[in-house]
C-alpha cells in the first residue's frame, strides 16, 4: 500500500506542474473581454433551471421540487465545481441537517436530522444508478464506498428522511442516489487538477454515438492525497497524561463506469452498464473511544483497501395507454480489507475482511397520465445477497497471527422478495394531491415488514406547495450485529411527520420543513468485547428540527442559503446526541463577471453548538463541547473558449483549524481540512 500512496505523490506533484504551467500558456485569455454570447457559462444555473429543477428519487417520476412527497436536495456538477468540492461526501455536506463526518477506512458517514451516532450509518441507502448497493454485513455502503468519483456523475438527489416505501429497509434515515455520466451528445471531457495539499485528480468524460439507436458513455476519473500529517490530542486511559498523535490521512480513489443504451429495431429501450469503484487509505482516523477510552492513544489510527463491482441491465417498453414497463437485473460484489490499532485492547493491528455479492431482478410499471387523474408506479422485485467471509485477525507485534476468528454469518445469504405500489391522485385541477402507497418486503430470515407512505400537497397557486408527509421506514439487523449478540435482535423501526411549505417568485425560491422522527428498538453495541461485541435494541430515540432553505438569482448576483436548527435524544438512556450541531448554516454567494466569462463564488459553512461526539452507551458517558465549525471557501470559474475552462480554489481560506465531532466520539474530534489552494483545468471537446 506505501508504494500506492508514494506513486499517488508524484502523480499529484506533476498534475500541479502540469497546471500551473498550463495557466502561464493561457493566461492572456484570463485577462481579455469576450462577448457574453459567444462563451456559454457551464458554472451556474440560470433562474430558469433553478426554479424547472426535477428529481426522480421520490417518485421515479421526474417531478419538480413542488410536485414530490419527500424533502428532497438536488446536487449538481455546477454546485459542487463551484464550490471547489473534491469528494462526494464534500458535495452532500452543504445540505441542512446533514453532517459528513470521518470514520476508520478513510470515508465518511453521513448523518442525517441530529442522530450523530455510528448507529445511524447502516440506515442510509445508496444507490448506483438506481440499484441499492448496501452490504449486508454492515448494512452500509459508506463505510466500504470511502469515495464515489464526481468527474463520473451527472448529478446527485438526496431523501432526507425515510424512504422505505421505495426502496426498502436500506433507506431507513435516508437515500443517496448517484446518477453516472450520460450524454446524448458526442463529447470527449478532459479534467486536471492539483492542489497545495497534495490532492490531486483526473479524469475523463466520453460519449459517443455507435449507431443511429445506441450510445457509449464512459467515464473514469483519480483522485487522490498525500500525507496531511494532522495532529490529535488524547488521554492515555492508564496514567491519564495527555500525549499527542498524528495521521497522515492519505487515500487514493478510483471510479469508472461504462455504458451501452439505445433502441431495437422492434422499439424495446435497452441499457448494460459496469462499474467499478476502488477506495485504499492510510492512517485516517481509528477507533475512538468506542470502547470507553482513548486505548490506541498514539497510533489511533486506521487503513483500509476496498474494491466494489458491478454490472446491471435494463429493457424498457412502451405498452401504450401512458403504461412504461421496464424489466431490470444487476450484479454487485465487494471486498473490504480494513486495518485498525487497537492499543491496550490486545495485539498490534487488528484485521476485518469481508466479502458480500448480491443480485437481483424487478419488474417494474408505471402509468404517467390516465382518466383518473393517477400516475402510480408498481413493482415487484427479488433480491439475494450473500456474506462469502466475515474474519477477524488480531496481528501480533511480529507479525504472527493470535488467530482468526470467522463470524458465524460467514456463508450466510439472505433472500427479500417484495412488492411496493406508489400512487399520486389529483383533485381540484391539480391543486390537490393525495400521494399514498407502501412497500412489502418478505425476508428469508425475518419475516414480512411493511413500509406505508401518505402524503398531502396543496398548490394554493402554481408556484407554491403546502406539503403533510408521513412516513414510516424499518431496518432488519444487519449480519455483524447477528453474529455478534446473544439475545434475539428485532428490526429497527422509525416514524416520520413533517409539514413543508415552498414558494417560488420570479427572482427567488424558499422551503421551510418541520420534521419529528420516532426512532424504535435502535440497535446498539451494549456490551464490548476485544472482537465482536455484543448488540441490543434499546428504547426511543426523538429528532425534532427546523429546516430553511432560500435561494435567489438576479442579473450578476446570486445567494443560496440554508439552515437547520435540530435537537435530538435518546428517551430512554436519557441523553441528548451533542456530537449532532444543534445549528448548521451554508451559504454560496456567486457574482458573475460577464466581461471576464467567469464567476466567483464564496461558500461558507458554520457548524455550532457540538460536542466532540455523542454518549455511547456503557461505554462514554460524557463528552465535551468543541469550538464552532467555520469555514470559508472561495472559487474563482473563467471559460476561456468553448474548450477550456479554468477553476482556482481557497479551501479553508481563512486558514481556520475546525474540528468535526467524531462519529467514535476521540478526544477533541477530528481535525479538519486546513488552508489549500488548487488550480483545475478543464477541456472540452
Known amino acids: 500500500m506505501k508504494n500506492i500512496f508514494v506513486w499517488c505523490q508524484k502523480v499529484t506533484s506533476l498534475t500541479a506542474r502540469f497546471l500551473v504551467v498550463s495557466a502561464l500558456i493561457f493566461f492572456n ?16 444555473l440560470t433562474l430558469e433551471e433553478l426554479l424547472e429543477v426535477e428529481v426522480t428519487i421520490a417518485s421515479l417520476f421526474p417531478e419538480s421540487e413542488l410536485e414530490v412527497a419527500s424533502t428532497v436536495t438536488l446536487i449538481t456538477p455546477n454546485d459542487w465545481r463551484s464550490r471547489g468540492d473534491r469528494r462526494s461526501s464534500d458535495a452532500l455536506s452543504h445540505q441542512p441537517s446533514v453532517l459528513a463526518l470521518p470514520i476508520y477506512g478513510g470515508g465518511h458517514v453521513f448523518s442525517t436530522r441530529g442522530y450523530a451516532h455510528l448507529s445511524q450509518s447502516r440506515g442510509i441507502a445508496t444507490l448506483i444508478d438506481g440499484v441499492a448497493v448496501n452490504d449486508v454485513f454492515f448494512g452500509s455502503a459508506q463505510l466500504r464506498m470511502g469515495n464515489w468519483n464526481l468527474g463520473t456523475l ?5 431523501i432526507r428522511g425515510p424512504g422505505s416505501a421505495i426502496y426498502g429497509a436500506a433507506a431507513f434515515h435516508g437515500v443517496v442516489s448517484y446518477h453516472t455520466f450520460e450524454s446524448q451528445q458526442d463529447i470527449t471531457w478532459l479534467h486536471a487538477q492539483g492542489a497545495s495539499n497534495a490532492y490531486g485528480e483526473s479524469s475523463l468524460r466520453y460519449s459517443v454515438g ?8 464512459l ?20 496514567s491519564g497524561v495527555e500525549g499527542q498523535g498524528q495521521r497522515n490521512n492519505e487515500y487514493l480513489s478510483q471510479t469508472a463506469v461504462i455504458k451501452v443504451q439505445g433502441k431495437t429495431h422492434a422499439g424495446y429501450g435497452y441499457r448494460v452498464g459496469f462499474y467499478h469503484d476502488q477506495f485504499d487509505a492510510q492512517q485516517a482516523v481509528g477507533l475512538g473511544r468506542i470502547y470507553g477510552a482513548s486505548q490506541a492513544k498514539a497510533q489511533d489510527d486506521s487503513g483500509g483497501d476496498t474494491t466494489f463491482d458491478m454490472v446491471s441491465g435494463a429493457i424498457t417498453n412502451d405498452l401504450g395507454a401512458h403504461i412504461a414497463a421496464e424489466l431490470s437485473a444487476y450484479y454487485w460484489q465487494d471486498y473490504v480489507w480494513g486495518e485498525t490499532n487497537p492499543g491496550n485492547l490486545g495485539g498490534d493491528r487488528w484485521i476485518l475482511v469481508t466479502k458480500d455479492h448480491n443480485s437481483g431482478v424487478k419488474l417494474s410499471f408505471k402509468q404517467s397520465k390516465n382518466d383518473w387523474q393517477t400516475k402510480w408506479v408498481a413493482q415487484l422485485q427479488l433480491d439475494r445477497i450473500k456474506l462469502d467471509e466475515a474474519e477477524f485477525d488480531t496481528l ?4 504472527s497471527s493470535a488467530g482468526v476468528f470467522a463470524y458465524s454469518t460467514q456463508g450466510r ?5 417484495s412488492v411496493a405500489l406508489q400512487a399520486d391522485t389529483a383533485f381540484y385541477n391539480d391543486a390537490l394531491h393525495l400521494v399514498y402507497g407502501g412497500r412489502l418486503d418478505s425476508y428469508s430470515d425475518f419475516g414480512d415488514q411493511q413500509s406505508p407512505r401518505v402524503g398531502i400537497i396543496y398548490h394554493p397557486d402554481k408556484k407554491s406547495a403546502v406539503k403533510v408527509l408521513y412516513g414510516e421506514a424499518f431496518r432488519p439487523p444487519n449480519f455483524l450485529e447477528l453474529a455478534s449478540t446473544t439475545t434475539d435482535l428485532q428490526p429497527e423501526l422509525i416514524t416520520t411527520y413533517e409539514l413543508v411549505y415552498m414558494k417560488q417568485f420570479t427572482h427567488w425560491k424558499t422551503e421551510w420543513v418541520l420534521f419529528d422522527s420516532r426512532w424504535h428498538d435502535r440497535i446498539v453495541l451494549n456490551d464490548f468485547s476485544v472482537a465482536t461485541g455484543d448488540f441490543a435494541n434499546i428504547g426511543v430515540n426523538q429528532s425534532r428540527g427546523l429546516e430553511v432553505l432560500f435561494n435567489w438569482v438576479g442579473d450578476t448576483w446570486s445567494s443560496a442559503f440554508n439552515l437547520s436548527y435540530v435537537k435530538s435524544e435518546d428517551l430512554e438512556a436519557n ?19 460577464p466581461q471576464f466569462n467567469a464567476e466567483i463564488t464564496m461558500s461558507n459553512q458554520v457548524l455550532h453548538d457540538m460536542h466532540e461526539g455523542s454518549i455511547i452507551v456503557n461505554a462514554v458517558e460524557n463528552t465535551q463541547k468543541i469550538k464552532d465549525y467555520w469555514r470559508t471557501d472561495v472559487t474563482f470559474s473563467q471559460n476561456w473558449s468553448d474548450q477550456w475552462q479554468m477553476r482556482f480554489s481557497i479551501r479553508n481560506a481563512l486558514d481556520r483549524r475546525n474540528y468535526l465531532p467524531s462519529i467514535v466520539s476521540s478526544e477533541n474530534g477530528v481535525l479538519a481540512e486546513g488552508l489549500s489552494i488548487s488550480l483545475a483545468l478543464d477541456y472540452k471537446m
Not at 455507435?210 to 458513455?217: G, I, V
Not at 441523553?575 to 463577471?593: A, R
Open 29 to 44: 485569455p484570463l485577462c481579455s473581454s469576450q462577448p457574453e454570447k459567444d462563451i456559454a457559462y457551464l458554472f451556474s
Open 413 to 417: 445469504a439472505r433472500t427479500t422478495k
Open 575 to 593: 441523553f441528548v446526541y451533542q456530537g449532532f450541531p444543534k445549528l448548521i448554516f451554508n451559504w454560496d454567494l456567486t457574482h458573475q463577471l
Open 396 to 399: 501480533l507485534s511480529d507479525g
Open 219 to 238: 467515464a473514469v476519473s483519480t483522485s487522490g492525497q498525500g500525507a496531511q500529517d494532522n495532529k490529535y490530542g488524547f488521554t492515555d486511559p492508564v
Open 210 to 217: 455507435l449507431t443511429d439507436n445506441s450510445r457509449l458513455n
Open 154 to 158: 451527472d448529478r446527485i438527489e438526496m
